[in-house]
């Protein structure tokens, strides 16, 4: 079974806007890994928070991690075109939700 | 750095037949991983394999499938008989280390696998 669960399963928003999406789970981890898939590629990692940690910046990433609420989000500032892609969040790394898909309208 | 390599990209069968996948990781990563993503789903592990020895497979469907890695380096994914149900992709991935201990995990290309 997956242990994460991205919300929403699709967003659709104009370029330049913010993208917020969540993953909850269910059972304690050591971290929580965010990654990226364009269509039809691998996935690439993105960011990495551990569960000491509540915030991580990477670039025009943002990820909270809530461990009382097994709860992480991952926030996109001022999106561009080539962000449109599957977003994924994985427990230690390795179960992983199915995913949000977004896509940047130019 | 070379990345994940992965072979072949595509294949098709039908049900009942077998198939190989091949997978050589980044040089010097103990830890390599298999997956299956069904479209529109996200991955879902098979097999982990620290060096040559195998972690965890408790997703595997061992009736069917088989994976070993023999010198703890490139690792096959064997699928027989194939039923219609194993059409996905196949991800290989290797980790220097565990990522529960916080390392990056990183992706080959993937095979795609079609059972009709």
């Known amino acids: 079974s997956q242990q994460g669960e991205e919300d929403p399963q699709a967003l659709s928003i104009q370029e330049g806007e913010n993208a917020t999406m969540n993953c909850s789970y269910k059972?304690?981890?050591?971290?929580l890994q965010w990654y990226r898939q364009n269509s039809g590629r691998g996935l690439v990692h993105l960011i990495l928070?551990?569960?000491?940690?509540r915030e991580k910046h990477s670039g025009r990433l943002r990820v909270t991690l809530d461990t009382s609420k097994k709860s992480s989000s991952l926030l996109i500032t001022a999106s561009r075109a080539a962000d449109t892609a599957s977003y994924f969040c994985a427990t230690d790394g390795i179960t992983f939700g199915k995913g949000t898909h977004l896509i940047i309208q130019p | 750095e070379a990345g994940v390599a992965q072979s072949p990209r595509y294949k098709i069968i039908e049900k009942r037949q077998s198939v190989a996948f091949w997978c050589n990781p980044i040089?010097?990563?103990?830890?390599l991983y298999w997956y299956q993503q069904i479209l529109g789903q996200g991955p879902k592990l098979l097999i982990q394999f620290q060096n040559n020895g195998v972690v965890d497979d408790s997703q595997l469907p061992k009736d069917r499938f088989s994976a070993e890695r023999l010198k703890g380096v490139d690792s096959t994914l064997k699928i027989q008989p194939a039923k219609l149900e194993d059409s996905a992709v196949y991800l290989c991935?290797?980790?220097?280390?565990?990522?529960?201990?916080?390392?990056?995990?990183?992706f080959g290309e993937g095979s795609w696998l079609t059972v009709v």
């Open positions: 991935a290797s980790s220097s280390r565990p990522t529960y201990s916080g390392n990056t995990i990183y």
């Open positions: 928070i551990r569960s000491n940690e």
């Open positions: 040089s010097g990563h103990a830890t």
């Open positions: 059972t304690s981890i050591n971290n």
